[in-house]
């Protein structure tokens, strides 16, 4: 009778409840939503990186940040894609 097993012996099992399902979607639901925001937040740092550069550039070297602004401004409204949409490439193949 030594193999006997008592109720004593048995962990209780918690059963679920509202917070444990809460726990679970801030676990696992939650960071992957916050992914999504990682390409605007990247394009936003980018673009403030930029625009310290060409301000810095404008007080040290007025000249080339003037061409370097000239350039910028003629490749954004100029119409033409800096790249080439690959969508467009294929469509023109077929």
């Given at each position: 009778?030594?193999?006997?097993?008592?109720?004593?012996?048995?962990?209780?099992?918690p059963?679920?409840?509202?917070?444990?399902?809460?726990?679970?979607?801030?676990?696992?639901?939650?960071?992957?939503?916050?992914?999504?925001d990682?390409?605007?937040?990247?394009?936003?740092?980018?673009?403030?990186?930029?625009?310290?550069?060409?301000?810095?550039?404008?007080?040290?070297?007025?000249?080339?940040?003037?061409?370097?602004?000239?350039?910028?401004?003629?490749?954004?409204?100029?119409?033409?894609?800096?790249?080439?949409?690959?969508?467009?490439?294929?469509?023109?193949?077929?």
């Amino acid at each position: 009778m030594e193999n006997e097993v008592t109720e004593q012996d048995i962990p209780e099992i918690p059963e679920l409840c509202e917070d444990d399902t809460e726990e679970l979607l801030e676990k696992y639901d939650r960071p992957s939503r916050r992914k999504v925001d990682d390409v605007p937040a990247m394009q936003t740092v980018i673009c403030i990186i930029v625009a310290l550069l060409l301000f810095g550039m404008n007080i040290l070297y007025p000249d080339m940040a003037g061409e370097v602004f000239g350039r910028l401004n003629n490749a954004v409204f100029s119409g033409q894609n800096i790249f080439p949409n690959p969508i467009d490439l294929i469509s023109e193949l077929i």
